[in-house]
């Protein structure tokens, strides 16, 4: 498996596809782009696939469900 992304750069092009990212990195990637860190996500969920509609755009409703039910868990 290849390195997560270093840089907000690298990120932007990161395939969902490799390993989970730790969340201390993230943040430190988006520190380094200055990205404001209302932004920073609270955690991260690994999902295998984003539920879509009919149309092929994201099914947000499935989506909460999915991140509810693990956030519970």
Same mark, same amino acid.
């Given at each position: 498996?290849? +390195? @997560? $992304?270093? %840089?907000? /750069?690298?990120?932007?092009?990161? @395939?969902?596809?490799?390993?989970? !990212?730790?969340?201390?990195? #993230? &943040?430190? !990637?988006? %520190?380094?782009? &200055? !990205? +404001? @860190?209302?932004?920073?996500?609270?955690?991260? #969920? +690994? /999902?295998?696939?984003? $539920? &879509? #509609?009919? %149309?092929?755009?994201?099914?947000?409703? /499935?989506?909460? &469900? !999915?991140? #509810?039910? +693990?956030?519970?868990?």
């Amino acid at each position: 498996m290849s +390195n @997560p $992304p270093s %840089s907000f /750069a690298e990120w932007q092009d990161y @395939p969902l596809t490799l390993d989970p !990212i730790n969340i201390a990195k #993230l &943040k430190k !990637i988006l %520190s380094d782009a &200055k !990205i +404001n @860190p209302l932004y920073h996500p609270a955690n991260i #969920l +690994n /999902a295998d696939e984003i $539920p &879509k #509609l009919g %149309s092929c755009k994201t099914d947000f409703t /499935a989506t909460k &469900k !999915i991140a #509810l039910v +693990n956030d519970q868990a």
